[in-house]
């Protein structure tokens, strides 16, 4: 991996500092206090988002090339070969040759999103451990405008590069609100006006059959074992999707994005 010079132009002046990772290689794991993202979609959302501190950036010539606009001067720039960037994220990860390492997102509260847009619905996962899940949920969110997603702190992934990659950008304008009790949240969510919609298979109303005119929370539990039953104590309705016999359940971002479809579309 050798220090380059400055990139050539493309949608505007690229700058930064060129440097080198120490001794070749990288930890694989970001500093203390930081996350580490990767992808094109990934980072080029949190380069744009004014919420984020930024620490640093490896790239490819080409991978700076591909971002939508230019970074600021004097950004802190190392150049690198993409099997350098490998040994900087997850095993096998899709860096497209960007890595950015910057400072996790700042917390949001639930009360900071309740008393928006009455149409926009609210995601709320119970146990949804999976990273992928994670990320694909918050892509539906966003594409499906909403508010935010809520999960509980210790049975939620952290975020992360693989949350991100899988979000495609969405992290960065998707609130994701991490509570201590979701109980209590969804009693929260209550007060401020919403229908609290359960998912689960076993349900005998659908889902078009459930949804208000009104503001909408979405609850989807973990694949498997569902939401737990305090949780679904503090649902107004459960309801499922009407899959077909032959399919047991879907997967639970499949699920999700299907649900705030049939939000968005309801008469």
Not at 3 to 21: D, I, N, S
Not at 92 to 98: E, K, S, T, W, Y
Not at 236 to 261: H, T, W
Request: charged content about 20%.
């Amino acid at each position: 991996m050798n220090k380059q010079g400055e990139v050539g132009k493309k949608k505007g002046a690229l700058r930064g500092r060129a440097g080198r990772m120490q001794g070749g290689r990288g930890s694989g794991r970001a500093s203390a206090g930081a996350v580490r993202l990767w992808g094109r979609h990934a980072v080029e959302a949190a380069l744009k988002n004014p919420e984020r501190n930024h620490r640093k950036l490896w790239a490819t010539r080409e991978g700076v090339a591909s971002l939508d606009g230019e970074l600021p001067a004097d950004f802190p720039v190392e150049w690198a070969q993409p099997l350098d960037l490998a040994r900087l994220v997850a095993r096998d990860a899709p860096h497209q040759g960007l890595v950015l390492e910057c400072d996790a997102l700042p917390d949001v509260y639930l009360d900071e999103v309740l008393h928006g847009d009455p149409a926009r619905p609210l995601i709320v996962l119970d146990q949804v451990t999976d990273p992928h899940n994670v990320g694909a949920i918050l892509r539906s969110a966003a594409a499906f405008n909403a508010c935010a997603i809520l999960t509980q702190d210790r049975h939620a992934p952290p975020e992360s590069g693989v949350v991100a990659k899988s979000a495609s950008g969405a992290l960065e304008v998707v609130p994701w609100i991490r509570v201590v009790n979701l109980a209590r949240a969804l009693e929260e969510v209550a007060e401020a006006g919403y229908w609290r919609i359960g998912l689960a298979g076993e349900a005998e109303t659908t889902l078009a059959e459930a949804l208000p005119t009104g503001p909408v929370a979405l609850v989807l539990g973990a694949e498997g074992e569902g939401m737990r039953h305090n949780v679904q104590q503090h649902c107004d309705a459960i309801a499922r999707l009407p899959i077909s016999e032959a399919m047991e359940s879907l997967n639970v971002s499949n699920a999700s994005a299907i649900a705030l479809y049939a939000v968005a579309t309801r008469s």
